[in-house]
């Protein structure tokens, strides 16, 4: 869409411009899809009883009643207005105007209101414990889609942060077992994520070999190190080098008693904490900050940056093992930031689905955070889900974050363009 | 690994992006012939920031001369000393965490010998089991029992050699399958429903759930090429998801009756493959190397083919150089990201209808893929994307793995050394700079005879 390219004819480009819109049908179609499959749900396994939604927890000081509705009632008025959402989509897109992002929230919301309280009829959802899990389970997700926002950004593509992440994991686990100190074990997650990130810029950026196969394999050698280690040496002595402690809950005097958000939010970990201050530094360093021009400008157009004075592997580089350093830390979350000590391949693909997030929140901080914290409620809906006895396999359950995701890359993000110069070396002669 | 002069010897283009092609650093600018565009823009990336030797202007040195120097500066002994490295590392690894050589270090300045044996004990013990587990065994009496452990290495590299194919083809179109595990999975179900759930005559039982597997493992991989061509959802993201899918659906179908759980039996596992349905043993029954490997020959061939040889994987690869330029040229990029997804997934597929049919014929689970799905990438990788390259690194893999459980019986070092070993193999020689630094190798592109221009580019951009 850049003028530049319009430059030669600009009056009849401007109206090939206006009838692009009409190219985004994929949200009013994801929307129907969406409302048939609920609809499909009402019809085919109705669900006779009502459902519970608890708003608080025992130790809430400000007590929010508990509200039950009837299953069916609710779930078809939320098919009528899932249906209305849908109709409302087609209607501004049929007048070619784009879908607001707060329809699509909307929409969201709705259609999993509407299925929980069908999945949970005659049952009572613990709607804290839910969003608190949500947090959680996301928390390695953020650092990692950050890690992996800055990496892009920069130019470098980071496919190794399921490798940073497990390393992180590893050596927050083993020093924070030897000393005795979690805060020491976070200090040495982020320089293993460094480290990490030093190699892969390394190799990226002095040998110019294909980030991807660098990233690859980085994850490859992480797992290798950190099992053989596991197995040939904390293994035989875990009392002394893998019984981390863990970090303790530090609710915030005021914050933590509001209401829903309170016990959600500010009931939490060092390590939650710092994800808050991570993902709102990076946000805002990378678009209101000196640091974070130049960082996006070397990633777009590095011939540009270098002709301005910017050094641009040296910006690469550092940026990269930052990017490798919030990672480590990200890293801590499996071990220390939940007390269990390290196991093999214990990440378990967290950094791909990171990458996903990346990719998903379009190389955006706070984007790429909301991805994953949809990833993180996913996931946890399933454990909820699970423990109060659903009609669905649990398996189905399982599956459905990633099904979600599937539909909503295709349906409503479609193609996504990345930093313009991630993934080429900048050679300068 | 492959063959220098070969012309189409590009990298693996493979990319989290439709636009990554960067094939940089591979190749090295010495010991390919500078007919081809590839092998010139490879040839510029190399040369550590210097343009690619413009051939014309140089006058040809003597033959031992260029002989020499295609020795020392060509791919064969950058990926030998990229192995040397590797087993070093390795070496270091047991080393350092093997129990006799901590406790003679306690005592090392006054018996350093003992030090020094100890280590040489650790490290050849475990390299020898290495060895005997997936070349030659030694200790075996006669030629059959002593040659087993080759055919267990041709056995493991069966599914290495199908997957790696599979990635390998999905790069040279650009595109980066991370879903072998997936589209495995899918393959192996498809295919042991098809062994164990019908009777059918011999040959025709196999030909038919191969095909079937085949065909699971494609379509499969094809809703990512679908939807990368229909809605532009990038294929990293969707190959993702679909591996969770596809294993939570396999894992649904293994513990529900009537669909693959084995009757009468509580076990996540289906039944064991009817004699009819399973590969033939090769060289007999004592071995296991098993029908899977001629086909995997045989796929090599394919893909070759395609690749090298067919309209097809002219387009294929220059949709994987340059999309746009395809594009404009006339190639149907959407349908050709299709294509080779279908065709990707079929090879991931083969190497999940080898497993249920050649390799674990007793009934399989949800680990069947073994991780083979994501070793694919590794071997792709150190394939260079290549067919014939990407053959001769599922062996050395497949050697790896076959000694790495004997390694691990025989001197309790843990498997996952290999995993070490093989992933910096791979680094090293994707940077062959980094090698030649250490061994202090010439430059392939000399001072003398390259000329240095004085403009700053960045490769390949678009």
Redesign the interface.
């Known amino acids: 869409m850049s003028t530049a390219v319009q430059h030669p004819a600009p009056a009849p480009q401007v109206v090939a411009l206006d009838t692009t819109v009409v190219t985004s049908w994929k949200a009013p179609i994801a929307f129907a899809i969406f409302t048939l499959l609920a609809i499909a749900l009402a019809v085919f396994a109705p669900q006779d009883g009502d459902t519970t939604f608890r708003l608080s927890t025992q130790s809430d000081v400000i007590q929010l009643p508990e509200i039950t509705v009837p299953t069916m009632p609710t779930l078809w008025i939320t098919i009528v207005l899932l249906a209305l959402a849908t109709a409302y989509s087609a209607m501004l897109v049929a007048s070619k105007r784009r879908v607001p992002v707060w329809l699509v929230v909307v929409f969201a919301v709705l259609f999993m209101f509407g299925f929980l309280t069908w999945a949970a009829s005659g049952a009572a959802i613990p709607v804290i414990g839910l969003l608190f899990g949500s947090l959680s389970l996301a928390v390695p997700l953020i650092y990692g889609s950050l890690a992996g926002v800055l990496g892009e950004r920069v130019g470098v593509i980071n496919i190794a942060i399921e490798g940073q992440l497990l390393a992180g994991a590893f050596t927050a686990a083993v020093v924070a077992s030897i000393t005795g100190q979690p805060i020491l074990g976070l200090i040495a997650a982020m320089v293993a994520g460094m480290l990490v990130g030093m190699v892969l810029a390394a190799f990226a950026i002095k040998y110019f070999v294909d980030q991807v196969i660098v990233g690859v394999v980085l994850n490859v050698l992480v797992v290798g190190l950190t099992s053989f280690f596991f197995s040939q040496v904390l293994a035989p002595n875990a009392a002394a080098l893998n019984t981390p402690p863990r970090f303790e809950r530090l609710p915030i005097p005021v914050l933590s008693e509001i209401p829903i958000i309170g016990p959600v939010l500010f009931r939490q970990t060092l390590v939650v904490y710092l994800m808050y201050v991570a993902v709102a530094l990076v946000y805002f360093g990378l678009f209101h900050t000196k640091w974070g021009l130049r960082l996006r400008a070397v990633g777009e157009h590095p011939q540009a940056a270098d002709t301005v004075g910017i050094k641009v592997n040296r910006t690469r580089f550092w940026n990269v093992a930052l990017a490798g350093a919030i990672a480590g830390l990200g890293g801590t979350f499996f071990t220390i930031g939940s007390g269990i000590a390290f196991n093999k391949e214990m990440t378990a693909g967290a950094g791909f689905i990171a990458l996903a997030a990346v990719i998903f929140g379009q190389w955006d901080p706070i984007k790429a955070t909301l991805a994953a914290l949809l990833f993180g409620f996913a996931s946890n809906l399933q454990n909820t889900l699970s423990v109060i006895g659903s009609p669905v396999p649990s398996e189905f359950m399982l599956m459905l974050p990633y099904v979600v995701t599937i539909f909503a890359v295709a349906g409503l993000v479609g193609k996504v363009r990345g930093p313009a110069a991630a993934g080429k070396p900048y050679i300068k002669s | 690994m492959s063959d220098p002069r070969q012309p189409d010897a590009v ?2 283009t ?4 439709a636009d ?1 092609d ?5 190749e090295e600018p010495g010991a390919v012939s500078p007919e081809t565009e590839g092998a010139e823009e490879d040839a510029r ?2 040369a ?4 690619a030797a413009q051939p014309t202007d140089v006058p040809p040195p003597s033959r031992w001369h260029s002989t020499l120097h295609q020795i020392t500066t060509g791919n064969a002994i950058i990926s030998v000393l990229a192995v040397l490295l590797a087993l070093l590392v390795g070496a270091i ?1 047991i080393a350092f ?1 093997d129990e006799r050589v901590q406790e003679a270090s306690g005592y090392f300045f006054a018996r350093p010998g003992d030090t020094f044996l100890a280590i040489w004990e650790s490290v050849s013990g475990a390299y020898s089991a290495l060895f005997q587990g997936s070349v030659y065994n030694f200790r075996r009496d006669d030629f059959i029992s002593g040659i087993r452990p080759l055919t267990e290495t041709l056995t493991f590299a069966t599914p290495l050699i199908a997957g790696g194919l599979g990635v390998g083809l999905a790069f040279r179109v650009g595109m ?1 399958n ?1 879903g072998g595990r997936g589209q495995m999975l899918i393959a192996a179900s498809v295919a042991g429903w098809l062994a164990f759930g019908f009777d059918l005559p011999w040959g025709i039982h196999m030909l038919v759930a191969l095909l079937g597997g085949l065909i699971g493992g494609a379509l499969w991989a094809g809703i990512a090429g679908a ?1 990368k061509a ?5 294929e ?3 190959t ?3 591996n ?2 596809a294993f ?2 396999v ?2 179908m293994l513990r ?1 009756p009537g669909l693959l759980q084995a009757p009468g039996s509580s076990n996540p596992k289906t039944p064991a493959m009817k004699e009819t349905a399973i590969f033939p043993a090769l060289l007999g029954p004592q071995f296991n190397l098993h029908f899977g490997f001629i086909l995997v020959v045989v796929a090599t061939v394919i893909v070759w083919w395609i690749l090298s040889r067919s309209s097809l994987g002219f387009r294929f690869r220059a949709v994987g150089e340059n999309p746009n330029a395809a594009r404009v040229a006339g190639i149907n990029v959407p349908s050709m990201y299709i294509y080779a997804m279908l065709i990707s997934g079929a090879l991931l597929g083969l190497a999940g209808v080898s497993q249920v049919l050649g390799t674990v014929t007793t009934g399989f689970t949800a680990g069947i893929d073994a991780g083979i799905g ?1 070793d694919a ?2 071997v792709a ?1 150190l394939g260079r994307s290549t067919p014939w390259g990407i053959f001769i690194a599922g062996i050395l893999f497949g050697a790896f793995k076959a000694g790495g459980f004997s390694m691990q019986a025989a001197e309790g ?2 498997i ?9 193999i ?2 090293f020689i ?2 062959p ?2 090698v030649r630094t250490i061994f202090r190798l010439p430059d392939p592109a000399s001072p003398k005879r390259r000329p ?10 678009k």
């Open positions: 990298g693996p493979g990319s989290s992006k990554l960067a094939d940089i650093a591979i990336a190399t550590g920031g210097a343009v690894m965490t980066f991370i939807l229909r809605t532009g959802a990038h990293v993201i969707v993702i998801m679909l969770y899918v939570y659906l894992s649904w529900t994501f990438i590794t990788l070092v843990p996952e050394i290999v995993l070490v070993v093989q992933s910096l791979v680094l994707a940077a700079p980094l240095v221009p004085n403009v700053t580019q960045e490769v390949k951009a």
